[in-house]
């Protein structure tokens, strides 16, 4: 698959994802709204429900009222009385309810209005009759009542409740319209949400399975690339180690080589350095013989004040020689020495590191004490390794943290260590001159000092530590800023096995 193959399906399927979001979040906003909305028109319908049931109660409580009315009329019977009074007491608490439920209508408000003037008027007509019964006027009584059938209130109760039934009907109508409707889109709005994502999710799966099929097919490449693989790594690696053999060996060679002339020219120079004397000891003595002067005693050079610069030059020239040669015999043994360490087989074995950097600091601790310095030893992890490697290295950090202290200023240096993974993490810090940051990676370099040049040295120490490091399959860093001091930090495997780098490739 190439990369731009790859890019376009991560963006489709970021896309998928968040059109599925998108829905998904406008479904449930809907659905929040449209359960609301059909939870209010419900509750409208059930206004309307209870309203008609509380119109039909307060007449039904009237017709009640009338009935017990005329029955005791009739009979004076007490048990009619009684229902009078029951359903006279219900009447209007019926009333009030009423006005309560229609409120939020001003139509039905003003016919309940109507109804309650009525009704009040008819209960006022029942209780008059009912005084009369009680005080034997029967005819009175009779005569109340019937006149009372015929009176406008009567009407006006019939005329009012037929109003305000048939304005409850109309809106029970609408508001169970209006809920069906909310119902209906409330089930659209559910059934496309759900196609949306039924499709959503089928582009998913078909994305999923496509980068499946992607990834087996991937797989497989890798599963043919890595059945040559490890053939191809040993040979690599052989190809490498035998050019690393041979660069050492030529290194050995090319250094072992200049040797001979080296000595050749060496031996010259102690030659010109001994003719020097004879040459300038005759032209003393011709120049003593050409101006009639004694003859200069055994051994002894009088020479005049020309002849005694070309001599000065003469012996400059051949001290420059003689100190070219001598760093030039260093740098080759140095060569020398490091071909013949590469060359060398590291073995592992179990080191108690503690014991082997006291070790290092007890042989350092005559230049220590010269340079005013402290080096402190914390506890540190033991590991596997190569013994002589690690000797190497940690000498030569030590020694350049005693070597490039600060003048003036008492030298603490401190080794401290700890694991991590499987890894034993080292540092080696001092309060030394330090080292700017632009020449960190300078000081690794093979030959290449940096800071000022005012201690001996050939510039290979560092480079051939972080060789050593990077053998035993471990990684070397430094931290530094000028005048504030330095930390090295060598990280190195608990447990090194020969057989990952026993040699530097």
Do not use: C
């Not at 059945?227 to 030529?250: C, H, K, P, S």
């Not at 260590?417 to 080696?428: Q, S």
């Amino acid at each position: 698959m190439t990369a731009d193959a790859q890019r376009r399906r991560t963006v489709m399927q970021i896309l998928l994802l968040s059109a599925g979001f998108f829905v998904l979040v406008a479904i449930s906003v809907l659905s929040v709204l449209l359960v609301n909305k059909a939870r209010e028109d419900n509750a409208r319908v059930v206004h309307t429900v209870e309203t008609e049931g509380q119109i039909a109660n307060l007449l039904l409580e009237v017709r009640r009222a009338e009935s017990a009315t005329r029955a005791y009329l009739l009979s004076s019977a007490p048990q009619f009385l009684d229902e009078y009074q029951a359903a006279a007491a219900r009447i209007l608490p019926a009333l009030d309810q009423l006005e309560k439920l229609t409120r939020d209508n001003p139509a039905q408000a003003a016919n309940t209005a109507k109804l309650r003037k009525a009704v009040e008027q008819r209960l006022s007509e029942f209780a008059r009759g009912v005084d009369r019964i009680k005080n034997g006027d029967l005819s009175t009584a009779v005569t109340v009542l019937r006149d009372g059938t015929s009176t406008s209130a009567v009407e006006t109760i019939a005329s009012v409740g037929r109003d305000m039934r048939t304005e409850e009907d109309r809106l029970f109508r609408e508001r169970t319209e209006t809920a069906d409707r909310t119902q209906k889109l409330a089930s659209s709005v559910t059934i496309a949400g759900s196609a949306m994502v039924l499709a959503l999710a089928f582009g998913s799966v078909l994305l999923v399975r496509q980068s499946s099929r992607a990834r087996d097919q991937a797989e497989a490449r890798l599963r043919d690339a890595n059945l040559n693989l490890e053939a191809t790594v040993d040979e690599r690696t052989a190809d490498l180690r035998e050019a690393n053999d041979e660069i050492q060996r030529f290194a050995y060679i090319v250094s072992h080589d200049l040797r001979s002339p080296l000595v050749n020219i060496m031996g010259f120079t102690s030659e010109l350095e001994e003719l020097r004397g004879d040459i300038f000891r005759r032209i003393g003595g011709l120049t003593q013989a050409a101006t009639g002067g004694p003859p200069p005693a055994a051994g002894e050079i009088v020479l005049e004040e020309a002849d005694k610069q070309l001599s000065a030059d003469f012996a400059e020239a051949l001290g420059f020689i003689k100190s070219s040669i001598a760093k030039m015999d260093r740098l080759i043994s140095a060569i020398l020495n490091l071909t013949r360490e590469g060359r060398r087989e590291f073995v592992p074995e179990k080191i108690d590191t503690q014991e082997l950097i006291e070790a290092i600091v007890s042989t350092l601790a005559h230049q220590a004490a010269e340079a005013r310095a402290e080096i402190r030893v914390e506890p540190l992890p033991n590991i596997i390794s190569d013994r002589l490697a690690l000797e190497q290295i940690f000498s030569n950090l030590i020694d350049n943290g005693v070597k490039y202290l600060k003048s003036g200023v008492p030298g603490e240096i401190r080794i401290r260590g700890r694991t991590k993974l499987g890894y034993a993490i080292f540092e080696i810090s001092d309060n030394g001159r330090g080292i700017d940051p632009k020449d960190h990676q300078r000081i690794f370099d093979l030959f290449r000092r940096a800071g000022s040049q005012d201690k001996p040295g050939q510039g290979i120490g560092l480079a051939h530590v972080r060789a050593l490091v990077r053998r035993l399959g471990g990684t070397m860093s430094v931290s530094s800023e000028l005048n504030t001091g330095s930390t090295f930090t060598i990280t190195l495997p608990i447990a090194w096995n020969a057989s990952n780098r026993n040699a530097d490739t």
